[in-house]
């Protein structure tokens, strides 16, 4: 299981990467980063968790994700963060930003850039990020 970037990326962030020599390891190695006031849920799932930054108010449960995400505040401003649903499954390369809402059942287009709310049930893409599917 150690030889599952995959794996040891939620395990390491799980427990809270208490032991600085294992969380500078970790920051080295996969160049990731979770702020501490990240409220996740479970069901977390990541593939390939490679040059990613996420800084939210909180993320639902069974949230998904690529490479290259980042997750974070607009101007600096720590109160102003993304607040992320249930069951979201998030491309790579993909940049959320500020102050907004991701609702449910999700899924978000690789390469593209987040900066409005996203109802539930859609699939959006683009940069800005559009809805371009409501699923049922």
């Not at 990326?9 to 190695?29: A, D, G, P």
């Not at 979770?34 to 108010?57: E, Q, S």
Request: charged share 15%.
């Amino acid at each position: 299981m150690l030889y599952y970037p995959e794996f040891v990326f939620i395990f390491s962030w799980r427990i809270k990467l208490k032991n600085f020599r294992w969380r500078s390891l970790f920051y080295k190695n996969y160049n990731c980063k979770i702020f501490g006031g990240t409220d996740i849920k479970g069901g977390l799932m990541c593939y390939h968790p490679f040059a990613t930054v996420i800084n939210a108010k909180s993320i639902g449960e069974n949230f998904q994700f690529r490479n290259s995400l980042t997750i974070g505040n607009k101007n600096n401003d720590n109160n102003l963060l993304p607040i992320i649903g249930n069951d979201v499954n998030v491309g790579a390369n993909v940049v959320i930003i500020g102050d907004i809402t991701i609702g449910d059942n999700v899924i978000i287009g690789a390469g593209s850039v987040v900066v409005k709310d996203i109802p539930s049930n859609s699939i959006v893409a683009g940069n800005p990020a559009e809805v371009i599917k409501t699923m049922q």
